[in-house]
């Protein structure tokens, strides 16, 4: 099962280089990306199985081991991670296969875009700190390129706020690099979970404040978020997808991976509460004052980092279960929403509010498409909505932080607002141009979405009502993977004593 850990990351690269090759064939470089992802996806769900039936997964490169060689480790945190991520990573680029746009136009998105589910796969399979680093910039690379496709001049402007951000978060990651190595003499991580517990209090505050920073400005917390608004809702429609569905996530993953096996207890809770309750209520607040569909979604992203941050901040085996469980939820279900977004563009011409309306008696499959996910989002069950934000609420309550769970309940009731604005807005009411247009004039207006453009965003609203009432099964393996963050010594063990 080792010999599986690298494919993850070495087979897209083998595929960027291939669809590099073939240049201009685009029916090749799309069979290229497609077998693929898809194989992606069956070795990442051998790498689950793996992982559930053994707890840590691990292999060494070359004969260097740990804590000197570079580790890939899936234990159940980064499988099902992984798992979630090479499933919407393949949704997404049939989507773009299927839309008249970017990577139509671009014949280097397919290379670009299998680079960046190379560096998402690496994020979540790495061992050490520096190759976490490694694979965050060889994600964000891509994700330059992916951000500013098409070069519209608003476009640009705001992928140039995410480079900037993303380089300067890049320069406070190399510098937290610098300091764990010169106080622990390591990035491992299994070797920092000893060596950082040895240091003076004082340093491993400091330490895990700039790692909560760096991870924080790529999760978009509080107040680091304020990139993120302004340069999504400008990339073309796969695109903000899968920045939506994935990228807030890595920092998410990143954030509970070293606050758990690095600085437990380090943090104080209430500290971490704060930043949750602040970054949920900002993210609803800015969502209400929007009249664009892209922009409400990609304020409510915000939102729901949150509820992730609440979570982890809890420290108990319920609370991280719940924040790991509330993630796979939003990375199906961020992304089906972004490609509903963009299917609601692609047929009636716009993503504003105001410039919308009737599309139910037009798009009726788009609008029971978006109902289902919104009603997810908003936690409504049987959707898994409503199970990932049950267990979030149930293991705030266990915790007696009821101040927090107040927080979490009001913003799930303005997100439910928000999710009946765009309704409304889109499918019920009339466009807001001085005149209601008739049922022959809006259909006449409206443009069909091709069948690639559907097929994968209905797979991805669907999956949120199958994982809803299959939740049960999915938490208590999400469980497991926390149990496994809060004792960490197997993982430790695996890692140190390598293949050996």
Known sequence: MRVLLPLPVLLPLIGAALSILV?????????????????????????????????????????????????????????????????????????????????????????????????????FLTGDLFNLFVAIEMMLTASYVLITLGGRLEQVRSGMTYVVISLAASVLFLLALALTYAAAGTVNMADLADHIAALPPGLQSGLAGLFLIVFGIKAGIFPLFFWLPDSYPTAPSPVTAIFAGLLTKVGVYAIIRTQTLLFPDVLPTWLLLVIAGLTMSVGVLGAIAQDDVKRILSFLIISSIGYMVMGMALLTAAGIAAAIFYMVHQIVLKTGLFLAGGLIEHAGGSSRLSRLGGMVRTAPVI????????????????????????????????????????????????????????????????????????????????????????????????????????AGPVYDYCFRAAADLLDPSHYVSVVLGGDR
């Open 367 to 470: 609008a029971v498409l978006f109902f289902v996910a919104a009603m997810s989002l908003a936690g409504i069950p049987p959707m898994l909505g409503f199970a990932a934000k049950f267990s979030l609420i149930d293991s705030t309550a266990a915790s007696h932080e009821w101040w927090i769970l107040g927080v979490a309940v009001f913003v799930s009731l303005l997100t439910l607002f928000c999710v009946a604005k765009i309704w409304i807005g889109v499918f019920w009411a009339e466009p807001q141009d001085g005149r209601a247009r008739s049922d022959d004039e809006v259909r006449l207006e409206a443009r069909h979405a091709p069948g690639l453009m559907m097929a994968p965003t209905a797979l991805l609203v669907a999956a949120t009502v199958v994982l809803g009432v299959m």
């Open 23 to 123: 240049g201009r064939s685009r029916l090749v470089q799309r069979a290229i990306s497609l077998s693929v992802l898809t194989a992606v996806v069956g070795i990442a769900v051998a790498i689950l199985i793996a992982a559930d039936e053994d707890g840590v997964v691990s292999t060494q490169a070359g004969d260097w081991y740990a804590p000197v060689g570079i580790s890939l480790v899936a234990d159940r945190f980064s499988a099902i991670m992984l798992l979630t991520a090479s499933c919407v990573l393949l949704a997404v680029v049939v989507y773009a296969i299927g839309q008249p746009g970017a990577e139509r136009n671009h014949v280097g998105f397919q290379s670009v875009y299998l680079i960046l589910a190379a560096g998402v796969a690496a994020a």
